[in-house]
């Protein structure tokens, strides 16, 4: 029976890189996202490049019930999870006195709070399971404060805590914690820009990282990866 992945946010940039390494080593996908088309495509594509299931679900990560009615798709497979990638989220640039009104709120929902449900919903399997790897996808900017990081850095701040609390939590039963913090990587969050490819990281990489820490022996734990353009921070 192949292994599980379970990843939102996972038909675009890195959540599609992660979704197209673990596919290679035989990894069947449950991915969300919310763009139905997207996910078609997505679906589409790696089952016929590789000899793995993808299955898909239509939801936005932001709102509680899209997150409960993925965690309960999930469970409907009755299948053991052997990673959970956190990767829902978006990036909006601006100063924290001068954003819009509900800023703060929308970027905690989509960056902190789809993990946080999505991992309150699966973690009674993962404990009875005693396994599994949790990956939570924060940012440089989780510990590093930048010019106009405003909501978005104090919702990955945020990530990264939780992330830590996770840790201490399920490291009895057997489930590893990782943080995952990369630097400025070549997604649609930086389309407009006008820095050359270079400058960026590939989402491949990010994945290539993800998968190296769960290939470690069940008695070790990366409990973060910091990744960073080889020019630095942008």
């Given at each position: 029976?192949?292994?599980?992945?379970?990843?939102?946010?996972?038909?675009?940039?890195?959540?599609?890189?992660?979704?197209?390494?673990?596919?290679?080593?035989?990894?069947?996908?449950?991915?969300?996202?919310?763009?139905?088309?997207?996910?078609?495509?997505?679906?589409?594509?790696?089952e016929g490049k590789y000899s793995n299931k993808v299955?898909?679900?239509?939801?936005?990560?932001?709102?509680?019930?899209?997150?409960?009615?993925?965690?309960?798709?999930?469970?409907?497979?009755?299948?053991?999870?052997?990673?959970?990638?956190?990767?829902?989220?978006?990036?909006?640039?601006?100063?924290?006195?001068?954003?819009?009104?509900?800023?703060?709120?929308?970027?905690?929902?989509?960056?902190?709070?789809?993990?946080?449900?999505?991992?309150?919903?699966?973690?009674?399997?993962?404990?009875?399971?005693?396994?599994?790897?949790?990956?939570?996808?924060?940012?440089?900017?989780?510990?590093?404060?930048?010019?106009?990081?405003?909501?978005?850095?104090?919702?990955?701040?945020?990530?990264?805590?939780?992330?830590?609390?996770l840790r201490e939590e399920l490291k009895g039963y057997?489930?590893?914690?990782?943080?995952?913090?990369?630097?400025?990587?070549?997604?649609?969050?930086?389309?407009?820009?006008?820095?050359?490819?270079?400058?960026?990281?590939?989402?491949?990489?990010?994945?290539?990282?993800?998968?190296?820490?769960?290939?470690?022996?069940?008695?070790?734990?990366?409990?973060?990866?910091?990744?960073?353009?080889?020019?630095?921070?942008?």
């Open positions: 029976m192949n292994k599980l992945l379970v990843i939102t946010g996972g038909s675009k940039g890195i959540g599609r890189a992660i979704v197209e390494k673990f596919s290679s080593h035989a990894f069947d996908v449950l991915v969300s996202a919310r763009n139905l088309p997207d996910l078609e495509k997505l679906q589409k594509e790696i299955y898909i679900y239509k939801g936005d990560m932001a709102i509680a019930k899209d997150v409960k009615g993925f965690t309960d798709f999930i469970l409907t497979l009755n299948k053991p999870i052997n990673v959970l990638v956190n990767n829902a989220g978006y990036y909006v640039p601006g100063e924290i006195c001068t954003e819009p009104d509900g800023i703060l709120d929308g970027m905690l929902n989509a960056n902190l709070y789809s993990a946080y449900h999505m991992t309150r919903g699966l973690a009674p399997t993962l404990k009875k399971n005693k396994g599994g790897h949790i990956f939570n996808m924060c940012s440089v900017a989780s510990f590093k404060a930048y010019p106009n990081g405003g909501s978005y850095a104090i919702s990955k701040f945020a990530l990264l805590g939780f992330s830590k609390c057997n489930i590893r914690v990782t943080a995952v913090m990369p630097g400025a990587t070549q997604t649609s969050s930086w389309d407009g820009s006008d820095l050359p490819e270079s400058r960026f990281m590939m989402p491949q990489d990010v994945a290539e990282s993800v998968f190296a820490a769960f290939s470690l022996s069940g008695r070790s734990v990366v409990e973060e990866i910091v990744i960073r353009p080889q020019l630095g921070d942008i």
